[in-house]
């Protein structure tokens, strides 16, 4: 079983910067795509980065030239360096790790951190 565990969120004023970093520890086999979605209330979940095994990245056109993800294999840690940040940014932030096993793979989810951005 895998467990991911988000840090870095809190309160910053537009244009500011933060730098969420997730954790994967427990019983892994092996890390495929990771990535972070944010869902603010009333709103869907929706795919802010992704981030492949090989470094291929994949960001939502909002956040594009704003937001950078990496990942360091070595220590199950997905990161996410967002700059310029907008009030539109307050979400809360959940980090994503597809695992490989043996017979397959499997889907993990983050309890999330919250950032807000006051304008």
């Known amino acids: 079983q895998v467990q991911l565990v988000e840090s870095g969120g809190g309160l910053v004023q537009a244009g500011g910067s933060l730098r969420l970093s997730c954790a994967a520890s427990g019983r892994i086999y092996g890390l495929n795509t990771m990535g972070w979605y944010r869902q603010a209330p009333g709103k869907q979940r929706e795919l802010v980065a992704i981030?492949?095994?090989?470094?291929?990245?994949t960001y939502a056109d909002s956040v594009k030239g704003r937001f950078a993800i990496s990942r360091d294999n070595a220590k199950n840690t997905v990161y996410l360096q967002m700059n310029s940040l907008k009030p539109e940014d307050t979400s809360v932030y959940y980090c994503?790790?597809?695992?490989?096993?043996?017979?397959?793979?499997?889907?993990?989810w983050g309890k999330g951190t919250l950032v807000t951005v006051s304008s």
């Open positions: 981030i492949t095994t090989g470094g291929s990245t």
């Open positions: 994503k790790a597809n695992e490989r096993t043996w017979g397959g793979a499997k889907d993990y």
